[in-house]
């Protein structure tokens, strides 16, 4: 039988599809933004501003009371390159794409899978919206939590998602298993621990959620609430100790968060989270999102100032616990662009499956009498709106 000789075509595809099998986190986020991309050598730079939606505010009565227009935009960097470099024998290139795909390319794309996966992850630290069950095991009633709180937040209904670390998972299988539901379901869950699809969610499982140690924060912050002003980003703290570490959520007293739409109170404290290090004591510490008391953009609502406002933080100090994250896709976004293709080589190729773009390249190494070959994916990550999103903290 002759040999079936791997053209690089058929190998990138190959690559491509097992990698995007991989991703269940990149794969249920919003990926609209990849064409922009997906251009010879990305030539459209490597960021993209991505505009926001606006807001106004209501005026009642017959008198007419204009206002401005104020677009806001995150930038979305697609900067970072990952690899994985591989030296194929002779014997190699002679296999079959089948063989060649389990010996070769799965475990390659595997882990270089997971680390663009484990990169996109750390957007959890940008997501305030959370439940803290630090120490107990998850339940669905703490899944019924974060929908409320992605209620509030006007999320859309549709392509919800619950990424659950495999503990939580666990956790909610033995929870569910007396619940009423579609047959085909219940055997999923257990014959393969999956919950499907409940509570407005997608459940999914993913064994790569980091774990969140919480800084060494104590109950002795405060800061002064007497004079908020929109756009505000940072809160001086006058008094206490402990570090506080990026992702850590705080509440202030008397900060309450408001509906969206009509800027009513909810009633209930709104939660912000440390956008960078703190290392204690008293300075100035940076969080999101940032305070808006009146306008468009109103956010919270004093419904008390003091000049030493208590600051609480959610979780127990210098303490880890584990991560899972409910979303709606918009709430981050992730790209890939198109590398250059190099000349003078021994053969290329570039592949784009359902957004992502990857390049293999092979040459031939005269002094080792080797095939070196190289697959690159260049890509980015941002989250756009962390309001559509929330943080599940068990165990």
Known sequence: MPNTLLTPTAVTRKALQILHQKLNFVGKINREYDDSFAKSGAKIGDSLKVRLPNQYTVRTGANLSTQDTTEASV????????????????KELTMDLDDFSSRIIEPAMSVLAANIEADAMSMYKDVYQSIWNGGSAATYNKVLDSRVLLQRSLAPSSNRTANLNSLDMADLVKDTKTLFNDQAQLS????????????????VEN???????RGAA?????????ALTNGQSTMT???????????DVFTIAGINSVHPETKVSTGVLQQFVVTAAFAGGAGSVSFAPAIYTSGALQNVVAAS????????????????????????KDAFTFATADLIMPDGVDWKAREVFDGISMRM???YAISTDTMPCRIDVLYGYKTLR?????????N
């Open 237 to 247: 703290v006058a008094t206490g100790s402990g570090a506080m570490n990026v992702g």
């Open 218 to 226: 104590n109950g002795s912050y405060t800061t002064n609430t007497t």
């Open 386 to 394: 962390a309001q559509l999103a929330a943080r599940l903290h068990n």
């Open 305 to 328: 100032t003091s000049a030493t406002a208590a600051v609480t933080f959610a979780g127990t100090l210098s303490t880890a616990v584990g991560t899972s994250l409910v979303f709606q």
């Open 207 to 213: 064994t790569m959620w980091p774990s969140h140690t």
């Open 188 to 203: 999923k869950q257990y014959l393969e621990g999956y919950m499907g699809r409940a509570a407005g969610f997608d459940f």
């Open 361 to 363: 390249v092979r040459q």
């Open 75 to 90: 930038t979305l960097q697609v900067a970072t390159q990952k690899g994985v470099d591989l030296t194929f024998s002779s």
